[in-house]
């Protein structure tokens, strides 16, 4: 699944911060390539770089310095209204915390990049409830995530980063408020997806998760410390408890 | 994002906190309803007043003779009979800005039937008097000038006296009644007029003509008119006009010489009618100004909520960021949210001040008038405040940056 195409160039990119006098560089001269179809790791210390770089990879911020290509196309300088639209066209997201919107059904969470993206009510609807048929949630389609456990919660977040096809989902430690097991669900998850075909990048501080990546890349200090290929372990849990993984491999 | 789209989304999260938004929406609905209310109170005082010159005659002029001076003792405007028959003529005929001119003499009498009696006020004058005070006969007919001329015993009656001689439903045309002993013949009872500013009833009142007044009722001075004359002028516009010609006719009649004071007095009016509505007018503005300071401090309570929504819903931002909320997209939906708040109070608080418009017209017997134009600016209005008052928080909002917000605790 690897080798089908350069999807991230990341060159000599730094990030510098100004908070008041003091100058925090949080990215010194980075330079990374993914390609579609990788599992890539993203681990160190806080204060790394690591979600300054997840960040300028998900979009959501833009380098001081050095160019960032997405799929070819120039992101650095871009507006954020343009920043905007490549998110909602190119990137999923995964968050620590879910951030799901309260006291709304699971199929109108997952639907919420289609309303940016100028889908009409219906096809939205109908594209909301096949990508959580997609995460094994096609029986809580109307469900408020206070209804949910945490994983059930993960695995919409999860389907709401796929409902727009994106080339990229961008996971920042979706693992960290879950238990060992329910981690292991979304690990196998994700994983299903990647043999889909997926290209996913994941940031953790813990090894056992990153471990389920093809590819770690290791931060300190704003740099990268080391970028290594690997086999990666595959996640699975006791096929009972996750119809998902059986649906989505079929 | 459509539009259609941005209302919906702004209406969900509004009836997400349904107490909250209605506490919200309830200081745009009073400020609204006051201002509804006020101005109808404002403007129904308006129209009365209107209404009450009106009844009084269009255009009117009022004509009076001059003061008497003795031994220091000065006596009020028409203690000295100076106007002349022939000072009518010369108002009727010369001053082309004159439509009718009419004399009015005036005595207080009793009135008899055969077993009712009623005391009431006299008048002495002409056709033209009905004509100048806009003023019809509801039943008979109106004096005649040969009955004039020949000092006929004929007398027209106001509704209220008819009904205290003879009842509300009886036509008394042709029926006789005794003024001052001397026999009158019913000619004509005149149409309901109702009340002056002042309380008087217009219609407690007979009147004869002006030749039989003087031989009959109330004799005096052949020369000199011992009352007042009515003047209407042809339009509202002319009626200053008149008065002017009139005070220069008056006084080269009078032998007046310039820099002494007339020995006439002329009221206006109209221009007594404007000065009541200038005041009324102020009244109105007056409450309206209240109340729009109500619906101001309801803008205030919008924006105060948008803040705290916003920062509420910081990460809720800062989610739609990540999936591909444009700046302008945060920045309509909270616009489009303070908006809503703001309409619906204005609609609500529409309905709530006509409501309580007729209701006030009905518990206080207060003349009220809706306006409908007031009801659409007052409705605009409370849209430019949402408008206005939502611009800073939706701006806040969509200035957000996607990493701190998604990080807010």
């Known amino acids: 699944m690897e080798g089908s195409g350069l999807l991230i160039l990341v060159q000599q990119v730094g990030k510098v911060y100004r908070m008041g006098d003091v100058e925090v560089t949080a990215l010194r001269d980075v330079s990374l390539t993914i390609e579609a179809g990788e599992f890539v790791a993203i681990m160190g210390a806080s204060g790394s770089g690591k979600s300054t770089l997840m960040n300028i990879l998900g979009c959501l911020d833009r380098p001081t310095s050095g160019d960032y290509l997405l799929a070819g196309r120039d992101v650095s300088q871009m507006s954020r209204s343009e920043l905007a639209e490549v998110r909602n066209r190119m990137l999923g997201f995964v968050f620590q915390s879910f951030n799901l919107l309260a006291r709304t059904s699971a199929v109108e969470n997952v639907g919420l990049p289609l309303q940016y993206a100028g889908v009409p009510y219906y096809d939205r609807r109908q594209r909301a409830e096949e990508a959580l048929h997609q995460v094994g949630l096609g029986d809580r389609l109307q469900h408020h995530p206070s209804q949910m456990s945490g994983g059930q919660q993960q695995r919409v977040a999860i389907a709401r980063a796929l409902v727009m096809r994106p080339k990229l989902i961008l996971a920042d430690e979706p693992t960290g408020n879950l238990d060992s097991h329910t981690s292991m669900e979304i690990m196998t998850l994700l994983q299903e997806l990647w043999r889909a075909g997926m290209t996913i990048v994941m940031v953790t501080h813990e090894s056992d998760i990153a471990e389920y990546a093809s590819r770690v890349v290791v931060m300190k200090d704003g740099r990268i410390l080391s970028d290594t290929r690997r086999e990666a372990r595959i996640a699975s849990v006791s096929s009972l408890l996750m119809p998902a993984a059986k649906e989505v491999a079929s | ?409």
Do not use: C
């Open chain 2, 1 to 409: 994002m459509t539009s259609l789209e941005t209302l919906r989304v702004a209406v969900y999260a509004l009836l997400r906190n349904k107490l909250r938004s209605f506490l919200t929406t309830l200081g745009v609905i009073i400020g609204v309803s006051a201002v509804i209310a006020m101005v109808a109170i404002g403007e129904g005082a308006k129209v009365q007043v209107e209404q009450s010159f009106a009844s009084m005659g269009a255009n009117l002029l009022i004509v009076q003779s001059g003061t008497t001076s003795t031994g220091g003792a000065r006596g009020g405007f028409g203690s000295l009979p100076t106007l002349t028959w022939e000072d009518l003529k010369a108002i009727q005929t010369e001053i082309p800005s004159v439509r009718y001119a009419a004399p009015v003499l005036r005595a207080t009498a009793q009135v008899l039937t055969e077993d009712q009696n009623w005391t009431t006020s006299v008048t002495g004058t002409t056709p033209e008097y009905f004509e100048i005070r806009n003023w019809p006969v509801a039943r008979g007919a109106l004096f005649s000038q040969s009955e004039i001329d020949g000092g006929a015993k004929v007398a027209l009656l106001g509704q209220t006296v008819v009904d205290k001689l003879y009842g509300s439903y009886v036509d008394p045309v042709g029926q006789m009644v005794r003024i001052m002993n001397v026999p009158f013949q019913i000619v004509g009872v005149l149409a309901k007029k109702g009340q002056s500013s002042m309380g008087q009833d217009y219609d407690d009142a007979v009147f004869v003509p002006q030749t039989t007044f003087q031989a009959k009722i109330q004799g005096g001075l052949q020369k000199y008119i011992a009352g007042l004359i009515f003047v209407g002028a042809t339009s509202s516009e002319t009626t200053a006009r008149a008065q002017a010609q009139i005070t220069n006719l008056l006084r080269d009649r009078h032998h007046i010489q310039p820099g002494a004071d007339d020995d006439f007095s002329i009221r206006n009016l109209t221009e007594m009618a404007s000065a009541q509505q200038e005041g009324t007018e102020t009244m109105t503005t007056l409450l309206a100004s209240i109340a729009a300071v109500s619906l101001l401090v309801g803008g205030i309570g919008i924006m105060n909520i948008m803040l705290v929504s916003v920062t509420e819903r910081t990460r809720e931002i800062g989610l739609r960021m990540a999936v591909g909320a444009k700046p302008r997209d945060i920045l309509a939906q909270f616009l489009v949210e303070a908006l809503t708040l703001s309409l619906a109070g204005g609609f609500l608080g529409a309905g709530l001040g006509v409501v309580s418009a007729y209701r006030l017209a009905f518990q206080f017997n207060w003349p009220t008038l809706v306006r409908p134009d007031i009801i659409l600016v007052a409705v605009g209005f409370s849209a430019l405040v949402g408008v206005g008052f939502g611009l800073y928080p939706a701006l806040k909002a969509s200035r957000l940056d996607p990493i701190n917000a998604l990080r807010f605790e």
